[in-house]
Structure formats: C-alpha cells, structure tokens
C-alpha cells in the first residue's frame, strides 16, 4: 500500500492548464509566423552577407594567386639572367684557366730548352777547361824543356 500511495502522489501533482480561446492561438501562432518570417528574413540577409563576404575573399584569393603567379614570372627571368650570367662567367673562367695553363705549358717549354742549352754549354766548357789545363801544362813542359836545352844566359 505504502508503494501504491507514493507511485498516486506523482498523478496528483499535474496541474490542469487553464482553457486558452481559439482567438488567443490563432493570434499567438501569427505571432509566432511574423517572428519566424523576420528570423528568416535575417537568415537571408545573413546568407547575402556571407555570399558576399565569400566572393570578395575569392576575389582576394584570385588576386593573390595572380600576384603570386607574377612574382614566380618574375624570379623565373630573374634566375634566368642568373643562370646566364652565371655561363658566361663560367666560360671567362675556363678560358682564363686555358689561357694560362697554356702560358706556364711555353714558358715551361723556353725554361727547358734553356736548361738543356746551358747544359751543353756547362759540358762543352768543362771539356775545354780540362783541354786548356791540359795545354798549360804541355806548355810548362815545353818551356822547361826548351830551358834545359837552351844554354845558359850568361853565356851567350
């Protein structure tokens, strides 16, 4: 029993909802249509708004893929004057490499002729250095010989 009055006393809590007229809905639903028609009327106004807000960022977005698209234009030339500057450097550079390898190749060239000429000359004075001491000493040979055989100074 105890559990039936406890599961009745909810029942009895319900109060009974006064009685509203026909008129009273009818005016609370225009109510509620006018103010449903101005939220709708917003809403449409929102989505205008962001329509338009969504163009004018597409518009920047293209402009700003376009300034991009200019700005790559414009490092490609300039990489490309690079890239030919950077040849033709390369190109002095290799000629001037060229140029002097070439030089130290000549002078390296007149330095060994040179080298082998004073060479043959140092021999061909050596020779003639040992030919010339071998002269004076034939000739001091001959002058104490020609003394031993000549008479005397005095004598004469």
């Known amino acids: ?3 039936m009055l406890l599961f009745t006393s909810s ?3 319900v109060d009974v909802a006064p009685r509203i007229s026909d008129r009273e809905i009818i005016e609370k639903l ?4 006018a103010k ?3 939220e709708i009327a917003n809403v449409r106004g929102d989505i205008k708004e962001l329509k338009a807000g969504q163009e004018a960022l597409q518009q920047q977005i293209a402009d700003t893929n376009r300034r991009i698209d200019d700005l790559k234009e414009s490092n490609n030339i300039r990489f490309d004057d690079i890239n030919k500057r950077l040849d033709t450097l390369q190109w002095m550079l290799g000629l001037f490499i060229t140029v002097a ?4 190749a000549i002078i390296g060239r007149i330095l060994w002729i040179h080298q082998k000429k004073l060479t043959q ?3 061909s004075l050596e020779a003639q250095k040992e030919e010339i ?3 004076k000493i034939l000739i001091e040979k001959l002058q104490t010989l020609i003394e031993k055989l000549l008479p005397p100074r ?3």
Do not use: H, K
Request: glycine residues 4%.
């Open 154 to 156: 005095g004598v004469l």
């Open 121 to 123: 000359i140092e021999t």
């Open 1 to 3: 029993m105890l559990l």
């Open 11 to 13: 029942a009895f809590a």
């Open 30 to 33: 225009s109510a509620l249509d």
């Open 101 to 104: 390898l070439s030089l130290m």
């Open 133 to 135: 001491s071998f002269l």
């Open 36 to 38: 449903i028609d101005r």
